[in-house]
C-alpha cells in the first residue's frame, strides 16, 4: 500500500489537496498517514473516475475487527456501570498517592470485562455482518464506513473494494457472524 504524505498537520482533512493528489499521481488511493492501516484496518481516499468530483474518505475494517470492538464495547459499558470510578480511572489523571489502590481497581475491572466478554462469547451475544455505511460531508465528500468479511485488509482488498463500490456492483454477505475474542 503506497502512503502519500499529505500534511496533515491541520485538524481538518484538506480534500481538494487529497483530489489532486489522487488525479496527479494516477493511483486508485491513497492511505491517510494520520492513522495507522493493519491486517484488520485502512483509512483511505479515493475518487470515482466517473466523477472526480467527489473524494471518497472511507474506513474498512474486517468483520472479525468490528466484533472484537462490540464485544470489548458491551464490557466496557457493563464495567462503567459496576464500577462508578470507571470512567475517572480510563482517563488516564491519577496521582502518585492513589496509582496503587487505582491499580487494584483496575485489575478488577479488567478481570470484569474479561468475564463478561467470556459470557457474550458462550451466549453467542454479539453477532457482526458486512455493511457499507455512506454520510455526506458537504458536496464534494462522501464518508463511507465499510465492514467486510476478510481475513484481512492490504492494496488488493481496498481496490477490490473501489472497483466494485464505484462501478456498483459490491455485493454485501447479509449472514451474521460471531468470532473468537482476540485482543
Known sequence: MENIDLDSSSEKTDYSKI???????????????????????????????????????????????????????????????????????????????????EEEEEEEIGLFMAEIIIDLEEQDKIKVKEHVDEDREGKDVILIDVGLNLDKINSSTIESFIKNYTSGTIVLDNTYYSFQYEE
Open 19 to 101: 483530489k489532486k493528489t489522487l488525479q496527479e499521481k494516477e493511483v486508485t488511493f491513497i492511505l491517510d498517514t494520520d492513522d495507522e492501516s493493519t491486517d484488520e484496518f485502512a483509512h483511505f481516499y479515493f475518487i470515482n473516475n466517473g466523477d472526480s468530483n467527489v473524494v471518497f474518505d472511507a474506513v474498512l475494517y474486517t468483520l472479525q475487527m468490528e466484533y472484537n470492538s462490540e464485544l470489548y464495547d458491551v464490557a466496557e459499558q457493563k464495567a462503567a456501570e459496576r464500577f462508578p470510578d470507571f470512567k475517572k480511572l480510563t482517563a488516564d489523571s491519577s496521582s502518585d498517592d492513589q496509582e496503587k489502590e
